[in-house]
C-alpha cells in the first residue's frame, strides 16, 4: 500500500535535501505493529535528523519524526488489536527507524503505547516527546523530595516545546513558576500557561566566575545546556533539583562540585527517549490525572501539513522561531 512521507535523502556532495515522496508499507523496518498515523509533532531533534545530523540519524535516506499518534493498521503482537489508537513516542522512532513524518509506522510492540485517557489523539502529539519530557523532569525531581512549599521552579527555554510544557506542568501541580525566555512578546502566551514570573536569559547567566551565588530557586528544568545550566546549579537552594533536558545554547557544562558537596544540589538527566515502560506508563498516568493540563494545549500548538513541515517549520525550529508545539496533520482530515 502507497503512502506519503517526508523523505530525507544525502547528496553525493553530502547535502540533504527533503521532499514529500509515495512510499510502500513493505519498505517500512521490520516490527509486530504498523500504524496508520494520524498526527505527529516537530521537535528539535527531529529538525536536526531532518537537516543531516549524523548524531541523530546515521543512515539516509530517512523519515524523521520520534512522535506518532494513530490508529493499528495491522497487528502481529497480542498486545494490541487493530483499530486501537496508539502512541509511540521516543526508542528509535524518527533517529534510525522511519518516524511519525509519514502516514505509517511500523515498529514493536514494546514501543507502542494506548491512547492515555482524557486525551485526543492530536492532544497527544501536543504533548508528545516535549510534554513526556517535561512531565519525566518534574517526576524525578518529586521522587527526591522536591514539592511546591520549598520555592520556585526556574524553566529555561520557557517558549519552547519542552519549556512551554513545563511551565503548564509545574503550574498544574502548583509550582511557582520563574520563566525564562529572550522572546519580548512572549509574557502573554507564558502567563497563560501558568507562569508567576517572566526573566530574560541573562538573569541565569553569570559572568562573575564565581563557584555559588545566593540562593534564588527551589529548583529547575533547562533546556538551554552551557553557562544557563551551569547558573541554576550555582544558584539553587540547598537540596534542590536542576534537571538538564537539552542543549539549546550548548552541549558543554563547565562547572565546579561545590553546588553537589556544600548545598547538595542535584544534577537530573531525562533521556525520555528510552524511559522504561513501566515508568513510562505511571508518568502518562500523571499526565491523564493530576498534571493534566488538556485545558492549556490548543494554546500552545499551531496545526500544520506535512508541507508546511517541510517548507517552513522544520528550519524554523532551529532558527529558534517557533513557540509551543507544532502539530502535523497525517490524517485524512
Known amino acids: 500500500m502507497p503512502f506519503k512521507a517526508l523523505w530525507i535523502t544525502e547528496t553525493a556532495e553530502g547535502k540533504f535535501e527533503r521532499n514529500i515522496v509515495e512510499r510502500m508499507i513493505d519498505d517500512l523496518p521490520p516490527g509486530e505493529v504498523v500504524i496508520r498515523v494520524h498526527y505527529s509533532a516537530l521537535n528539535y531533534k527531529d529538525a536536526l535528523s531532518a537537516t543531516g ?10 523519515t524523521p519524526g520520534i512522535d506518532a499518534a494513530g490508529t493499528v493498521e495491522i497487528s502481529r503482537s497480542e498486545l494490541f488489536t487493530v483499530g486501537e489508537e496508539v502512541i509511540v513516542t521516543g526508542y528509535d522512532l524518527g533517529m534510525n527507524t ?15 503505547v494506548r491512547k492515555p485517557d482524557g486525551y485526543t489523539l492530536k492532544e497527544c502529539m501536543i504533548l508528545g516527546t516535549a510534554g513526556f519530557t517535561a512531565a519525566s523532569a ?3 525531581m518529586e521522587l527526591l523530595g522536591q514539592h511546591p512549599q520549598q520555592g520556585p521552579i526556574v524553566v529555561t527555554g520557557s517558549t519552547g516545546g519542552v519549556g512551554s510544557m513545563a511551565v503548564a506542568i509545574l503550574g498544574k501541580a502548583g509550582y511557582e513558576v520563574i520563566a525564562i525566555t529572550g522572546k519580548a512578546n512572549a509574557e502573554a502566551y507564558l502567563t497563560s500557561l501558568g507562569a508567576t514570573h517572566i526573566q530574560s536569559r541573562e538573569w541565569v547567566y553569570d559572568t562573575t566566575g564565581k563557584a555559588l551565588l545566593r ?7 533547562d533546556t538551554v545546556g552551557g553557562n544557563t545550566l551551569a547558573t541554576l546549579l550555582k544558584a539553587c537552594q540547598i537540596e534542590g533539583n536542576v534537571v538538564s533536558t537539552g542543549l539549546v545554547g550548548s552541549s558543554q557544562l563547565a562547572t565546579t562540585v561545590y553546588p553537589f558537596i556544600l548545598n547538595g544540589v542535584n544534577l537530573l538527566g531525562v533521556g525520555s527517549a528510552e524511559t522504561p515502560m513501566i515508568r513510562r506508563m505511571a508518568i502518562w498516568d500523571k499526565l491523564s490525572t493530576a498534571w493534566n493540563i488538556k485545558d ?22 532551529l532558527e529558534g522561531k517557533v513557540m509551543g508545539r507544532i502539530v502535523v496533520n497525517l490524517s485524512d482530515k
Open 53 to 62: 545530523n549524523k548524531g541523530i540519524t546515521r543512515k539516509f535516506p530517512h
Open 98 to 112: 522511519c518516524g511519525g513524518f509519514g502516514e505509517y509506522i511500523r515498529v514493536p510492540a514494546a514501543w507502542v
Open 138 to 140: 518534574l517526576f524525578k
Open 215 to 221: 540562593s534564588q530557586w527551589a529548583g529547575a528544568i
Open 296 to 317: 492549556k494545549l490548543n494554546g500552545i500548538a499551531k496545526e500544520v501539513s506535512l508541507e508546511e513541515l517541510s517548507d517552513i517549520y522544520i528550519d524554523s525550529i
